[in-house]
């Protein structure tokens, strides 16, 4: 047996570390990082959903946005939790919740459900899609049988 | 030239017109609809995100909560805005904006932007994440040029 790990797996491990590099980013405020980081718009061009925010297309609009996030946001901490990674072909999915502390609103904390879409090109896994939304009521009863 | 549409254009469609069935099957608060649209749970389950509620993983789960959502609305109408349906290989990403009319709570209605992906099985496009979040200030602004 070898330690090595499937192909599979490895492809897993490398979009899951794309994943925590996003929100590593985010953390340290650095654009640059961000913007290595997502995908340059192909025949689809990268989409992005700030918690609240309206759909934003294009990755020169998604950018600017997150300069405005980062120029408002003086610390942001994110713990992740159930977070899971599906590779299917050149694309992976990581669905997630973030568990936020940050000072852009004084004492905010909260959480966030996300989903975000990497494509891998050029051996190199991007960010596609980003959607994160707010978290209004986190004990939303879903029943455990059918009404 | 022949009028029958390129292979790409046609899984295209053919994703956007699961998207579209599965925007009618809430429409018609058919829960056999649903249940047809939505995946089963491969290696990586289906998972689900109603605007403001926390990441819903599991066919069941999910099923469930769309039983106790069309149960307790009793209207509801979508026009869809901003469609956006991109394929590669076995995966359509759909990005739109939901404009809804409902009766969920009197004079409710209002904007959800959605990510929906699909997942190809058997020739077939089927739900497998679905993510709505409420779009809280319509109005963000994304400034033309970088801060």
Redesign the interface.
């Given at each position: 047996m070898s330690a090595r790990p499937e192909p599979a797996e490895a492809d897993q491990a490398a979009a899951a570390a794309a994943n925590a590099e996003f929100y590593a980013a985010f953390e340290a405020a650095d654009l640059d990082r961000m913007d290595t980081l997502w995908d340059v718009d192909g025949?689809?061009?990268v989409?992005c959903?700030?918690?609240?925010?309206?759909?934003?297309?294009g990755r020169q609009?998604v950018?600017?946005?997150w300069?405005?996030i980062m120029?408002n946001t003086a610390y942001i901490q994110f713990v992740l939790t159930?977070v899971?990674?599906?590779v299917?072909?050149?694309?992976a999915?990581v669905?997630?919740?973030e568990n936020i502390l940050t000072s852009a609103e004084p004492g905010d904390a909260g959480?966030v459900?996300a989903?975000n879409?990497f494509?891998r090109r050029d051996g190199r896994w991007r960010l596609?899609?980003h959607?994160?939304?707010?978290?209004?009521?986190?004990d939303?009863?879903?029943?455990?049988?059918?009404?």
């Open positions: 025949l689809e061009p989409s959903v700030h918690p609240g925010w309206p759909l934003i297309r609009r950018l600017r946005s300069a405005v120029a159930d899971t990674v599906a299917l072909g050149e694309v999915v669905t997630c919740d959480q459900a989903t879409i494509r596609w899609v959607h994160g939304s707010p978290v209004l009521a986190a939303r009863p879903v029943p455990e049988e059918l009404p």
